[in-house]
């Protein structure tokens, strides 16, 4: 058995264990918090490596062969996808030690954070629709109970809507299950492929394309698309900002890694029909959210609505379906997911300092916290696609494939989008960070407030996130040309049934 | 037979909606659960009801006797079934805290997050 590939799984699962365990010591969980998320991105990097050197890896838990055993597959955007888990699983970890209250951490907010991670990387990792079903689960209750913990009014209000929507789709998704089950006689991702690409696909496709937009409906909402995000603004902003973080970084790609996983493996017959609905919804979902945070003067729900907004130009590399809009996607994915923590760090550090996320009542922070006006910059700045920032390729490779389909809609929008984007970072710097703080008697004291070993870890978080940015976008030869390969083998499913179908053990 | 399961199905999924759109936290556990029974009938239905053996190899055979009922799909409700008893559990707990909190278990009231 190939035990390179369920070792994200065994770590973060490990990990969330003994910190159960070391339950009473909140000295022994911070310390098991950090170590086990540098492990888990150890380990991804690891698998990355692996998987760029030798190809598509599977393996069958249990010995059983393809269609009936328990699959766990990962080509190179698994492998991508488990490298930022690992890099937002550690950056949070070191994050959430500066900014968790203790009452958080012995109501278990360590074990809970591993066994999100260790649901994140599950789902990244199965071949089985149903395993999906459940690593799905797995990481909503992790998720649930991190947002309710600390019971305050705000984060129960919030928590119950997240809690209905998130159920619905689950039930959803339960249901297409079934009835694929009842269409195909399989769940193996790699076998429902090689069925449906041969003798169902003619008779049947009408059925096949119903269960298509069952599927995107499911993992639409947990992703957050166009009619189906409302429960995202409602509750993302409540819980304790290493929370949020973690979310916004993690939560909605799983959905979306879903959602590219689906409709470039099996639901592949209709794409005239499914893929020009998604690019459409891509460009409602790109308008809805920008709009929504342009609104906005809370910190956190203005990049709340962001996240909506970068989903769109996500699903626009699907809605392309072609290599280079796989490929984007793919970049894009890593690029939107470092860029919006960073942020929410840089919200929480704001917050440890002036007690409010308010954009109103913020001011004066460039003056006196110049290090993280910097940061805050090469953070909005790649959000908003300036080069050389990541997110200056990541949307170049988008407009070029939309371009080279002739979608011109699609690329309007996106652009139109990027320039609102940008303007909406541009209010948070002018709140945030240029104009002076209302009561002169308060500037002196963020500046004095911003030392010791607590601001060090936010700052330290924070620069690793702007640090990969900068990699991304001044290495963005390279690290495209992994994208480019990961798309090639998402428009390519053979290798990947190729490699479950030949995994034994 | 699946004529009878296919409108039981219906009922629950049509009943289950309603529930939800009920302004009651309560109705809207109990709206939740209907919907999620719905779904596992209907992976029991989807996977055809057949009156064949049980997909046991007997004694001295090689492969199972031919027409055999599906063991998977049961497989399937069944963890279905322990995940939405920890899940409905979990959203107890969670709307009698929120109900706690908030005062009314109406939910038109807990609009505060909302924007």
Known sequence: ?505 | MEIVLAIVIGGLYAAGIYMMLRRSLVKLLIGLGLLSYAANLLIFTAARLTRANSPVISEGETALALPYADPLPQALILTAIVIGFGVTAFALALSYRAYKSVGTDDLDKMKGTDT
């Open chain 1, 1 to 505: 058995m190939n035990l390179l590939l369920p070792f994200p799984i065994i770590i973060s699962m490990l990990t969330g264990i003994t910190a159960l365990l070391t339950y009473r010591s909140r000295t022994a969980q911070r310390w098991l918090s950090v170590i086990g998320s540098a492990a888990l991105l150890g380990s991804t990097i690891w698998l990355l490596v692996e998987v760029e050197r030798n190809g598509i890896r599977a393996t069958q838990i249990g010995g059983w062969p393809a269609p009936y055993g328990i699959t766990l597959v990962a080509d190179l955007f698994s492998a991508i996808m488990l490298v930022l888990t690992g890099v937002i699983g550690f950056t949070v970890a070191v994050f959430s030690l500066a900014t968790t209250d203790p009452a958080h951490e012995t109501h278990g907010f360590h074990p809970l954070y591993h066994f999100l991670l260790m649901g994140v990387c599950g789902a990244f990792l199965t071949g089985d629709l149903f395993n999906l079903y459940v690593w799905f689960e797995v990481m909503l209750m992790a998720s649930f109970v991190l947002l309710a913990l600390g019971g305050e009014r705000g984060q129960l209000e919030g928590a119950i809507k997240y809690v209905t929507l998130n159920l619905v789709a689950s039930a959803i998704f339960l249901a297409a299950i079934g009835l694929l089950y009842g269409l195909a006689g399989t769940l193996n991702m790699a076998d429902l492929a090689d069925k449906f690409s041969n003798e169902l696909s003619k008779d049947e496709s009408g059925l096949i394309t119903t269960l298509a937009i069952l599927f995107l409906v499911a993992f639409g909402i947990k992703a957050a698309i166009f009619p189906l995000f409302f429960w995202l603004p409602a509750s993302y902003h409540t819980p304790p900002v290493a929370v949020s973080a973690l979310f916004s970084g993690l939560l909605t790609k799983v959905g979306v890694y879903a959602i590219i996983r689906v409709f470039t493996l099996i639901f592949i017959q209709e794409t005239g029909f499914t893929h020009t609905l998604i690019l459409f919804i891509a460009g409602l979902t790109m308008i809805t959210g920008v709009l929504g945070a342009v609104a906005q003067y809370d910190m956190r729900r203005l990049l709340s609505f962001h996240i909506i907004s970068q989903i769109g130009y996500l699903l626009m590399g699907l809605g392309l379906f072609t290599v280079s809009g796989l490929a984007s996607a793919v970049f894009f994915t890593f690029h939107v997911s470092i860029a919006k923590t960073a942020l929410f760090f840089v919200s929480g550090a704001l917050h440890h300092l002036y007690g409010t996320f308010d954009l109103k009542k913020l001011g004066g922070a460039y003056q006196n916290l110049p290090v993280l006006a910097t940061l805050f910059l090469i953070s909005s700045l790649a959000l908003a696609g300036l080069p050389p920032l990541s997110g200056f390729f990541a949307k170049l490779g988008l407009i070029q494939a939309g371009l080279a389909q002739e979608s011109y809609g699609i690329v309007a929008t996106a652009l139109g989008v990027s320039i609102l984007t940008l303007f909406s970072m541009i209010k948070i710097w002018n709140e945030a960070f240029w104009k002076p703080l209302a009561k002169s008697d308060e500037i002196t004291e963020p500046a004095r407030l911003a030392g010791g070993g607590t601001w060090t870890i936010l700052i330290a978080s924070i620069a690793m996130l702007a640090a990969v940015t900068l990699i991304m976008g001044l290495g963005a030869s390279p690290i495209f040309a992994l994208a480019l390969r990961a798309g090639e083998q998402l428009m390519n499913p053979t290798a990947y049934i190729q490699a479950v179908m030949e995994a034994v053990k």
